[in-house]
């Protein structure tokens, strides 16, 4: 694909094999992939099919083994505060309460203290935990935890947002709840955002286009473009045929793939 | 060091339910069962006579002795009369000395083989390997060197100190949940210097914690040890010269006051550290 104008994140020709012993995994063939301005794009696929390890490349935790990963068309050498993240494991810093956890960014601090004040109470009325602002975080359900996480990823004013299954661990209505609010989130602040994800009605809900890996060597098995206005009505045909045709792709990749217990 | 969740919270439970049901109800007196049965048996061997009173003199004049040494009253306990306190804060003097440098060291030291592979291979073998030696068998060498004085007492403190800090901060530095670290990189914190003022510190200081407590605790153990030996005052050396007289109850009397004074600091210690890791609470 290579760095296409307006893409915000660029993955170009991009792999990646760990080696453990004399074992080598190759945990992501050879694969490109766009991120545009201002959009949502899901990378969705079984467990092992690599989006995790496609994401932290973006952040910068990892380097790959080849190829680029591009932020802006200046490449990505390391974790940077220009690229937000928010982790499966909340991440929160204990010792920090929220109304801390939230302003801890370095381009946060790097303002007045007038000027946190206001981007804390902004990002803490964003997610509607203001009236939590002096709780620690081990006093926060899964899901508030998990809010405070976007709204510090948030505030500390980052160019796209990358989120590596952040409500994988939270239960099914929390789960809901924080998938509509991200969709607010989204259309107030039209972040770019790159979520990963392998719950495929989440990946419908959320995305503007869903990536579809599959596993073993992981790669992008298709890029699909979703037309449907945000929020969406799960319930509604047109997101049904979506959802249809997403699982197909899903299953084909898993099909095509060489056959391993942990993929059945 | 860290305290399970025992906070239910105000959403889901009604607060005036919750505070209802955790109001302090006045229980038994439980741990005073041990301590007066100990009492009553000594008593009754010392009444009885079914022992030399000499080895188990009655609680009145344990007490009166103890008091004897507090106020010099009465005299009894000659040159301890009037003089526990004086003892009691050279030991506490050199408990304090002798923690502070272990303990800081330790941290330090501790901080820096959890930070760096490297640092952690040179020093940490020798270290462990010095570490089974008893702080008692270091007691010729420490008084062979520094004489007997201040010196070789607070130089044993602070070796206690030392190790039992220096293992818990290096472990708490080492062990640093590196999602967390991953955080404070993506935050903007990428240099070494950032990611250990912004995370490491914070997340090692439970650990740190537990391992300040533990090295008190030893740090009494050490003073105690070295006073028999290497200094001419303290509750130790009273406690060793109360033998040499075989005065059962000024012997009774240090331990006490040894007991009293470590439980004391331990407590100084964990309010201190509530007052840190006060997101623990």
Known sequence: MGAVSG????????WRTFTTGSVETHAIAETSLAVFEGEFLSLLGPS??????????????????????????REITGPGPDRGVVFQEHALFPWLTVRENVGAGKRVKAESRAGQKEIVDRQLELVGLSAFASYYPRQLSGGMKQRVSIARALANAPEVLLMDEPFAALDAITRLQLQDELVRIWKQTRMTILFVTHNIEEAVVLSDRIAVMSPRPGRIREVIAIDLPKPRDPNSPEFNAVERHVREVLWQGIDAAPNDPATL | MIVSGEKVESQVVPVGKVSGTKRPTIGFPYFL????????????????????TLLFPSLETIVLTTLDTLTGF????????GALLTHASASLLRVATGFAIGGSLGVAVGILAGLSDRMCRTIDPTLQFLRPVPITAWIPL????????????????ALGTFFATYLNARHGVKYVDPVLVRAARM???NTRWE???TVVIWSALPNIFTGLRIGLGLAWMCVVA????????????????????????????GMISIALLGYLSDRVLLLFQRIVLKWEQ
């Open chain 2, 226 to 253: 070295a006073e028999m030996l290497a200094v001419k005052s303290g509750l130790g050396y009273m406690l060793w010269d109360a033998y040499n007289f075989l005065r059962i109850d000024l012997i009774i009397t």
């Open chain 1, 48 to 73: 092992g099919c690599g989006k995790t390890t496609l994401l932290n490349l973006f952040a910068g935790f990892d380097k790959p083994s080849g190829g680029r990963v591009l932020l802006d068309r």
């Open chain 2, 187 to 189: 935050l903007g914190y």
């Open chain 2, 142 to 157: 420490a008084v062979a060197w520094f004489g007997i004085h201040e010196r070789p007492a607070i130089f044993l403190i």
């Open chain 2, 33 to 52: 069962i041990a301590p007066i049965s100990i009492m009553i048996a000594w008593e009754t061997v010392s009444r009885l006579h079914l022992m030399p």
């Open chain 2, 74 to 81: 009465w005299g009894t306990t000659q040159w301890y009369s």
């Open chain 2, 195 to 197: 990611v250990l003022r």
């Open chain 1, 7 to 14: 893409a915000k994140l660029v993955a170009d020709g991009v």
